[in-house]
C-alpha cells in the first residue's frame, strides 16, 4: 500500500462548489503540506502544517482552507471553487526528526477541474 | 525573495547522450539543495539532495548534481540518457533551517529521443 494516499485522485465540480481533498499517511511523519502544481509554475505552497495543532499558510493560500484532523490526515478545502483552481493538488509529508533536511514524500496527487 | 531558476522548461537529448539540467539559486547564504523528479502520472520523487560534506552528489538511476557555492548553482547531470529518464525535473532549496520549507523552481521536461 502506498504511503501517502489522496482522495479522490479525479474530480470534475462546478463554480461556487464546495470541494474537500483528502490526504492520508502512513509513514508516520509529522508534517504535512498541501502543493498546487500548474504547467510552467512549477508546485507552489498552498498550506503546511508541522504539527496537529501548527497549521500555516503558504504562498498561494487565498480560496483555501486546510484542516488537521490528526497527525495522519490533512485535508485541503476549496469553500467555493473558482476555474482558475483547476490544477494538480499534491499533498506532502516529511519527518520531523529529519527537519534539517526535510525530505519530502508525496502522494500520487488529485487532478480538479472547475467548470 | 528568495528564489530558484531552471534554466530552460523543456530540453531534448538523445539516447545515450549526456543530460544537463541546470538549477541556480537566489541567495549568498547556502541552503539545502534538491531535485525531484515527476513521472508521467505520478507524484514526485527524491532524485538526490545536498546539505552538507561532500559537493558532488549521487542520487538514483545514474544522476548525480554538484554544489558550487561560488555560482550559486545545482546543476543535475547524467553522462547517458536512457529513454526511462523522459520526466519532469525539479530543482528545490529549503533555507531557514528546521523551521524552513521547500521553494521550487518551475520544472524541466525531459525528451530523450531514440
Known amino acids: 500500500d502506498a504511503d501517502v494516499t489522496q482522495t479522490p485522485r479525479n474530480r470534475i465540480t462546478k463554480t461556487g462548489k464546495r470541494i474537500m481533498l483528502e490526504c492520508s499517511q502512513t509513514k508516520g511523519h509529522d508534517r504535512m503540506y498541501w502543493y498546487r502544481q500548474d504547467p510552467g509554475l512549477g508546485l507552489r505552497l498552498i498550506y503546511y502544517s508541522f504539527d496537529v495543532k501548527d497549521i500555516n499558510k503558504g504562498e498561494i493560500s487565498d480560496g483555501y482552507s486546510v484542516s488537521r484532523q490528526a497527525q495522519a490526515k490533512f485535508s485541503l478545502s476549496l469553500e467555493s471553487a473558482i476555474p482558475n483552481q483547476t490544477a494538480l493538488y499534491f499533498c506532502a509529508t516529511s519527518d520531523m526528526a529529519e527537519s534539517s533536511t526535510d525530505t519530502q514524500y508525496f502522494g500520487p496527487g488529485t487532478r480538479l477541474t472547475v467548470l | 525573495a528568495q528564489s530558484v531558476t531552471q534554466l530552460g522548461s523543456h530540453v531534448s537529448v538523445s539516447e545515450g547522450a549526456l543530460v544537463l539540467l541546470r538549477c541556480n539559486y537566489s541567495s549568498s547564504v547556502p541552503p539545502y539543495l534538491f531535485w525531484y523528479v515527476q513521472y508521467p502520472n505520478q507524484g514526485l520523487q527524491l532524485l538526490l539532495k545536498y546539505t552538507t560534506g561532500a559537493t558532488l552528489v549521487k542520487g538514483i538511476n545514474g544522476f548525480e548534481a554538484e554544489f558550487k557555492k561560488s555560482e550559486t548553482s545545482f546543476h543535475l547531470t547524467k553522462p547517458s540518457a536512457h529513454m526511462s529518464d523522459a520526466a519532469e525535473y525539479f530543482c528545490?532549496?529549503?533555507?531557514?533551517?528546521?523551521?524552513?520549507?521547500?521553494?521550487f523552481g518551475k520544472g524541466t521536461k525531459l525528451s530523450v529521443k531514440p
Open positions: 528545490a532549496v529549503k533555507w531557514g533551517g528546521s523551521q524552513g520549507i521547500l521553494i
